[in-house]
């Protein structure tokens, strides 16, 4: 099973709008609806960002916002600021084998 | 509110066995799905394996079936990785973490493992 490919990296201004891809197969996200982000700061666990490609838990603010089409999904991180900096990660169910995976990871830098 | 605590990381042996513990609160325990993720130092995330709210369904990454036991005590309200023939490549921050529609909602702060002679 085979990681999810993000970018290695990203990065914008304070104010400006940064968007992450996540590429997976038809086995995963493509083919389900079950896609998650997560954020980690370093030295922290990661916490949950978006989950079901577009839904955000509560007290996640709305400038974070998920998308999907075919086998790749998207955050997109509006309106940038300084505490976004972290590495972040998306996640799929893969229902050939019931298992998750994760993406690469993507390191947001705020210039 | 949730709280999941992992112990039981430490240094071990090439070979050896160690039982990882996640204690949880704040939530009905045995109502939800659990799963380990791991992170290797300056590593991604790598999902670990995963355990239905009842322990009758889990499922394993390749890289550790066949080694590791995910399990549960829903009386103690505490989700377990049993991790035997462990190799240097095992050496990661392990995290136990709560499922809500196939997405993981709560995680603990991890406990390392290391792998070494």
């Known amino acids: 099973q085979s990681a999810l490919t993000q970018p290695p990296s990203a990065s914008g201004s304070p104010g400006q709008s940064v968007t992450i891809s996540c590429t997976g197969t038809?086995?995963?996200?493509?083919?389900?609806?079950?896609v998650s982000w997560y954020q980690q700061h370093p030295g922290k666990a990661p916490q949950i960002i978006i989950y079901?490609?577009?839904k955000r838990p509560s007290g996640v603010p709305e400038r974070f916002s998920g998308s999907k089409s075919g086998n790749t999904a998207s955050l997109t991180v509006s309106g940038l600021q300084a505490e976004d900096e972290a590495d972040y990660y998306c996640?799929?169910?893969?229902?050939?084998?019931?298992?998750?995976?994760f993406g690469t990871g993507t390191k947001v830098t705020v210039l | 509110q949730v709280q999941l605590v992992e112990s039981g990381g430490g240094v071990v042996q090439p070979g050896r066995s160690l039982r990882l513990s996640c204690a949880a609160s704040?939530?009905?325990?045995?109502?939800?799905?659990m799963h380990w993720v791991r992170q290797a130092p300056g590593k991604g995330l790598e999902w670990v394996a995963v355990?239905?709210?009842?322990?009758?369904?889990?499922y394993y990454a390749d890289s550790v079936k066949g080694r590791f036991t995910i399990s549960r005590d829903n009386s103690r309200n505490t989700l377990y990785l049993q991790m035997s023939s462990l190799r240097p490549e095992d050496t990661a921050v392990y995290f136990c973490?709560?499922?809500?529609?196939?997405?993981?909602?709560?995680w603990g702060q991890g406990t390392l493992v290391t792998v070494s002679s």
């Open positions: 996640s799929s169910f893969s229902g050939s084998n019931n298992r998750y995976v």
């Open positions: 038809s086995s995963d996200v493509g083919g389900y609806n079950y």
């Open positions: 079901e490609v577009s």
């Open positions: 973490a709560k499922d809500v529609e196939y997405a993981l909602n709560y």
């Open positions: 704040g939530f009905t325990f045995s109502s939800y799905g």
């Open positions: 355990l239905s709210y009842d322990g009758s369904d889990k």
